[in-house]
């Protein structure tokens, strides 16, 4: 099986990176975007099997990176988890009920435990698809 592609759309340099190199050290296959509109781009370009989505993002902000995540049929199935610094309960309502699988606030999170939670996210087998991407092809290939 192939491994689970995460799309990281986040601007914070620092924690980018860490957060980059402890996801490829859990075994995932990471893509980094800087800002919204490379966000959406990377995400409808890779097909990740979860999308990590900062919320104050250059270029567009990452309501809009969602809400036009989950209109689009290509993207509209992946998982998203917010990681962000809006901890207010306006923004995690908004961010739920555009779609979000979860919403994690940075400063209440060490980056061991959001690592842990992505990885709680695929163990559950309440998203089964999460962790068979290539479902869809196979489907689709006549060889198979």
């Known amino acids: 099986m192939s491994k689970i592609k995460i799309a990281l759309i986040e601007d914070d340099e620092i924690l980018a990176k860490v957060l980059y190199t402890?996801?490829?050290?859990a075994g995932f296959e990471v893509s980094q975007a800087w800002d919204g509109?490379?966000?959406?781009?990377?995400?409808?370009e890779k097909r990740p099997n979860l999308v990590l989505l900062d919320l104050i993002l250059p270029k567009k902000h990452g309501f809009e990176v969602l809400?036009?995540?989950k209109k689009s049929p290509v993207t509209k199935g992946i998982p998203v988890i917010i990681l962000t610094l809006l901890g207010e309960d306006d923004d995690i309502k908004k961010g739920l009920k555009l779609g979000a699988d979860d919403y994690i606030v940075k400063s209440d999170h060490a980056v061991a435990e959001?690592?842990?939670k992505i990885k709680n996210f695929f163990a559950k087998e309440s998203h089964p698809e999460a962790s068979q991407p290539e479902a869809s092809k196979t489907e689709a290939d006549p060889s198979q």
Do not use: F, N, T
């Open 114 to 116: 959001i690592v842990e």
């Open 22 to 25: 402890e996801l490829l050290d």
């Open 67 to 69: 809400e036009e995540l």
């Open 37 to 44: 509109k490379a966000g959406l781009a990377l995400a409808l």
